[in-house]
Nanobody, 123 residues
Framework: QLQLVESGGGLVQPGGSLRLSCAAS????????IGWFRQAPGKEREGVSC????????NYANSVKGRFTISRDNAKNTVYLQMTSLNPEDTAVYYC????????????????WGQGTQVTVSS
């Protein structure tokens, strides 16, 4: 019943931009922190960014700071990841996930995950 669906992935050239969306169904996102994760071929899944339930607090992996921006529109029950200055190293399947209230306050488990959307950065 609780579901997250990512969209917006695709093929983009280096230096380009892409906006990912994470839409919720079966529940409302206003009480949840939302994280973006990614997994590249042959690599472990890594955290990319997270936004608090109220949208006040955000954090980013060092590799994407200054290039990616996370935001949310609770009225649309959607969280976004705006990606700019994309590099081939950003190529991965991107997932969004939800946890209650805060990105850092325990419990730290993200309880609901989307299916992922492919982002490919290539010339």
């Amino acid at each position: 019943q609780l579901q997250l669906v990512e969209s917006g992935g695709g093929l983009v050239q280096p230096g380009g931009s892409l906006r990912l969306s994470c839409a919720a169904s079966g529940f409302t996102l206003d009480g949840y922190a939302i994280g973006w994760f990614r997994q590249a071929p042959g690599k472990e899944r890594e955290g990319v960014s997270c936004i608090s339930s109220g949208g006040v607090s955000t954090n980013y992996a060092n590799s994407v700071k200054g290039r990616f921006t996370i935001s949310r529109d609770n009225a649309k029950n959607t969280v976004y990841l705006q990606m700019t200055s994309l590099n081939p190293e950003d190529t991965a399947v991107y997932y969004c996930a939800a946890k209650r209230f805060s990105c850092t306050v325990p419990p730290l488990l993200f309880t609901t995950w989307g299916q992922g959307t492919q982002v490919t950065v290539s010339s």
